[in-house]
């Protein structure tokens, strides 16, 4: 049996207090809540980046989707008439051929589109000579896609205008924290700390207004303006994220000032999820700069030495479980994209320093940390990795600054590559006699939740994008699953012992008796097997990728914070009972008699209800998130 399922209740990036009532079918109000968001005091330029913004009445625009992508217009066969608000880069004199950033009103559809231009190599040939031919990359403007927002599912203005700065604001940071295609991935500009866009609440002004018309070039400005600001935490994060990233290395001490009078609290809280939402590649001074920053709001009694070794702990794990789970080997380009690494080779000596500095360094969660920190190191030491990390699509483009190329034959081809990761390491001059004892004493801390550690994953999945074709960029939910693997675990607790070896430290019949092999039974795991869940119809991450690093690995639970989105999002499913949707254990997609399903399961691992998303009325975006518009249908057993 199937019951349908209402359309979801509307959600918000922001939450706003002015109304600005009804949209109606007058386009006249809607052009000037555009302009009112196209102001230039919406964006941060700090460096010398030049802008022009213009709006272009009425355009004949080159426009054809194929699989949910937008066609470069070279390849389009029909237009559409509309109306434009740019963005234009100036450079050297001369004016991108694309718009840096771009919304688009279609008169005809009643929709608005979000898009914004990348600068990308792209290969042109040359005139045929002599029966060879041949070709050039060169430099192109290319336009991307980020969101449409159909009119006619909008009743406010308010509701509208919300959509709308959340499109922009993805335009420049990204549309996912997971940025698997280009679109989710950070627009380069901001990545070098040059672009970013704030919307301003308090703009609310008459736009003829020289403050309305000016950029924010200073970086205390927007500390100040984003205080002000009615975000989230998610958009806080990215705020402190782009202005590290635009400060120099010298003026960190006094950025961390400025930040102090924030609260340890608040601080502590905006860092983590800054890492869990940041894209490190390309990678730069960023990781070094943040790690600065928080050295200084010690220094400055806004963080406490505690709390920056509990900071840095968090980096170790979630870097170990990342690393556990997406094996440099196996994902990541075959090794080409490392940033992970780099990352931990920059915060492990730190976090080493740092937990000798305290005497509550015996606390078994940060030994534990250290621990995985250098049982990584010893996992991928002597590991060939490109010149740089990188991705093919991320090579393909144009970063500021002239940013040197990795040569294409190094992603492509393992074997040319000539970087070693960790190759200078020295494990009696990295650990030192104090190192050395603080990994010795987490020895005597293995019980069954340390040795659950050494084999715990997290890996990620959108299980509700059933429908879309295999190419269109999917926007629905991101769940997190931590998962464990018993071969994994043993063979860290036997690289454990390897790496006493190379310390030339014998092992006592007691620790060795600790780091000896386990079995499940001992540790009382209790999960669902790889083997319930299905493989995605579309090249999207899934549970199932979980076989491609170990086929021992049991899901344990889906993570709490995924739930709590699920709860959020989804707890309206009728046929559902409250206690049923109260606290789901794991959220995923199951193989079924003939196909796969959407299920429940409780903490018993009793499943508890099926769904399946209803794909007939295609997908909605709503504040960064996809829905489906015919909603879901449930299936009960019976």
């Known amino acids: 049996m199937s019951v349908s399922i209402c359309r979801l209740t509307m959600l918000r990036f922001r939450t706003t207090c002015r109304s600005l009532g009804p949209l109606g079918h007058d386009l006249v109000p809607l052009m000037d809540l555009i302009d009112a968001l196209w102001l230039p005091a919406h964006f941060v330029l700090p460096s010398a980046l030049k802008l022009a913004w213009e709006f272009v009445p009425r355009e004949e625009v080159p426009w054809e989707t194929h699989r949910g992508r937008l066609l470069e217009p070279r390849f389009c066969t029909q237009s559409r008439l509309m109306s434009a608000w740019n963005i234009i880069q100036l450079q050297d004199g001369e004016r991108s051929s694309q718009p840096l950033l771009c919304l688009k009103l279609d008169w005809q559809s009643r929709t608005v589109h979000v898009l914004r231009g990348l600068l990308l190599y792209d290969w042109q040939v040359k005139p045929e000579a002599e029966g060879i031919v041949d070709g050039d990359e060169v430099p192109t403007w290319q336009r991307e896609r980020v969101g449409s927002v159909d009119l006619a599912n909008f009743d406010l203005l308010d509701d509208l205008r919300d959509e709308l700065v959340c499109l922009l604001w993805q ?34 002004i008459d736009m003829r207004d020289p403050a309305a018309q000016t950029p924010m070039r200073d970086l205390s400005e927007l500390l100040r303006v984003a205080a002000a600001q009615n975000m989230g935490w998610t958009e806080r994060a990215k705020v402190l994220e782009f202005t590290l ?165 190094q992603i492509e081809q393992p074997h040319l590559r000539t970087r070693l990761l960790f190759s200078g390491w020295d494990w009696k001059h990295a650990l030192g006699d104090s190192g050395a004892k603080l990994i010795r004493t987490a020895i005597s801390f293995l019980d069954r939740d340390r040795v659950l550690e050494l084999g715990k994953a997290v890996f990620i999945d959108r299980p509700f994008g059933q429908g879309k074709t295999p190419l269109e960029d999917d926007q629905t939910l991101l769940l997190a699953h931590e998962a464990f693997s018993l071969a994994l675990a043993n063979s860290y607790l036997h690289r454990w012992r390897r790496l006493f070896r190379e ?57 709490p914070g995924s739930v709590e989105k699920f709860q ?9 009972r409250e206690t049923q949707l109260a606290k789901p254990r794991i959220i995923a997609r199951i193989v079924g008699d003939s196909e796969s399903v959407l299920a429940l399961f409780d903490d018993d691992l009793v499943k508890i209800a099926q769904f399946e998303v209803d794909a007939s009325k295609g997908f909605q975006g709503r504040a960064g998130l996809e829905f489906p518009l015919a909603g879901f249908i449930v299936k009960n057993d019976d």
């Open 245 to 409: 990233r635009a400060t120099p290395m010298t003026d960190i001490p006094d950025l961390a000032s400025a930040c102090s009078q924030w609260g340890g609290g608040t601080l502590a809280r905006l860092l983590r999820r800054m890492f869990n939402d940041v894209s490190l590649s390309p990678y730069d001074d960023f990781v070094s700069k943040t790690l600065r920053f928080v050295a200084c709001l010690v220094d400055a009694d806004a963080l406490t030495l505690e709390n920056e070794i509990d900071f840095l702990a968090h980096l170790l794990r979630q870097n170990y479980r990342h690393l556990l789970a997406y094996d440099l080997v196996v994902f990541h380009h075959r090794g080409a994209n490392y940033p992970d690494a780099l990352l931990l080779e920059e915060v492990l000596p730190r976090y080493l320093d740092r937990l000798t500095r305290t005497d509550s360094a015996c606390h078994r969660g940060r030994l534990m940390a250290l621990t995985q920190g250098c049982l990584m190191v010893h996992r991928y030491r002597d590991h060939a990795v490109p010149d740089a990390p990188t991705s093919q699509g991320e090579n393909a483009r144009v970063l500021p600054h002239d940013q040197p190329r990795v040569p294409a034959e």
């Open 171 to 204: 335009a420049v940071v990204g549309a996912s924290r997971l940025p698997l295609t280009s679109v989710q991935a950070p627009h380069p500009l901001f990545s070098f700390g040059e672009l970013h866009y704030l919307y301003r609440e308090e703009l609310q």
């Open 568 to 576: 959020r999002h989804y707890a309206t499913l009728p046929g559902l």
């Open 503 to 559: 310390l030339d430290l014998a092992l006592t019949d007691a620790e060795e008796a600790l780091l000896k092999p386990r079995n499940l039974d001992e540790l009382g795991v209790v999960g669902l097997g790889l083997q319930d869940f299905a493989a995605p119809s579309r090249p999207v991450p899934s549970l199932a990728d979980a076989a491609r690093v170990s086929g021992d690995f049991v899901v344990l639970r889906t993570l």
